[in-house]
């Protein structure tokens, strides 16, 4: 069972930058397809971005797309979502999960404890 941890969330203006990080247990984390997704007050929790088992392929939600960018790092067992040019709406608690590329939500495991994220106007 690939169990998972979100880390880097914080605080940051308007325009600013972040790197989350999601770090993978497990031998099988590399043959997964990954996505990172996102959960704001009172809202239900949307999708944010995907990547391959082998990083080269990335999709992401409309609203992030030419400001987020998803990488692995297989031999780290991590996947990481760089986040810029953020703003107010961003804000929310984000978490990875296996997701099969291009299905859009939890496909296998379990969700992490996730990580908040908090963009000041």
């Known amino acids: 069972q690939v169990q998972l941890v979100e880390s880097g969330g914080g605080l940051v203006q308007a325009g600013g930058s972040l790197r989350l990080s999601c770090a993978a247990s497990g031998r099988t984390f590399s043959l997964n397809d990954m996505g990172w997704f996102r959960q704001a007050p009172g809202k239900e929790r949307e999708f944010v971005g995907g990547?391959?088992?082998?990083?080269?392929?990335?999709y992401y939600a409309d609203s992030v797309k030419g400001r987020f960018t998803i990488s692995r790092d297989n031999a780290k067992n991590t996947v990481y979502l760089q986040m810029n040019s953020l703003k107010p709406e961003d804000t929310a608690v984000y978490y990875c999960a296996r997701s099969q590329y291009g299905s859009r939500r939890l496909t296998a495991g379990n969700w992490g404890q996730g990580t908040q994220v908090t963009v000041s106007s």
């Open positions: 990547i391959d088992w082998s990083g080269v392929g990335t």
